[in-house]
């Protein structure tokens, strides 16, 4: 198993660009869900699904969206980037939202827009 | 969700045991509470979790009061390599906090 991978690992944007961070996931996990974490702060939850065609906001979602078609695959699209949005993004997966099992994270995504 | 507090950072010598506490104190009944560590920026790492009895994992163990209003990591051997950030989460919904920095100290 790969666990969870996200792809790329590092981006720099323009203001007003767009881009999708990608995860995939090998362990048929239902819920999966997106991160931020700004220099020194923990991490702040964007969005999440709890089973493919099923996503919900998170603490922070303005200026993401997210789908989920497949089981394994849950992207994140950043729709005009702006330097607010400078962070590193992490993806997480783990078994169900409600069954008391551990969560994977991806390595993280550090995006930095200029 | 329910919040923890943490103190923000700790220090522990090399060898020894390294205990960090969390306060849980609005921890529903049902909820379990679950441990995470962050090494330099990687993907947070799971430690453990439980309900109310004691656990313990190849990493850690975890002391949970019998009030479920509190908890203790144990790291019995902490080594330089466990410096990182700790998060004490209430529940599966993985709401994080600041953490606790945890400096191992040679």
């Known amino acids: 198993n790969a666990g969870v991978t996200q792809t790329p690992k590092f981006q720099v944007l323009k203001t007003g660009q767009s881009m999708t961070l990608q995860c995939a996931q090998d362990m048929n996990h239902e819920y999966m869900s997106w991160y931020r974490q700004d220099p020194g702060m923990g991490l702040r939850l964007i969005h999440y699904s709890v089973g493919a065609g099923i996503t919900d906001q998170g603490e922070v979602p303005n200026g993401y969206n997210v789908s989920r078609s497949t089981t394994e695959d849950f992207p994140l699209r950043l729709l005009s980037a702006a330097p607010s949005q400078t962070s590193v993004y992490f993806c997480a997966s783990s078994y169900s939202r409600t069954v008391n099992t551990e969560a994977f994270f991806g390595q993280g995504t550090r995006l930095t827009v200029v | 969700d329910a919040k923890t507090t943490q103190p923000p950072s700790m220090d522990c010598a090399e060898g020894r045991a390294a205990n960090l506490p969390c306060n849980h104190s609005t921890i529903s009944g049902n909820e379990y509470v679950y441990w995470y560590r962050q090494i330099h920026s990687q993907g947070p790492q799971y430690i453990i979790h439980?309900?109310?009895n004691n656990e313990t994992n190849e990493m850690a163990s975890l002391i949970i009061t019998e009030d479920r209003k509190s908890s203790t990591l144990i790291l019995p051997h902490a080594t330089l390599r466990d410096t990182a950030v700790y998060y004490c989460i209430n529940g599966n919904k993985l709401v994080f906090g600041a953490g606790t920095i945890l400096r191992v100290k040679s």
């Open positions: 439980g309900l109310k």
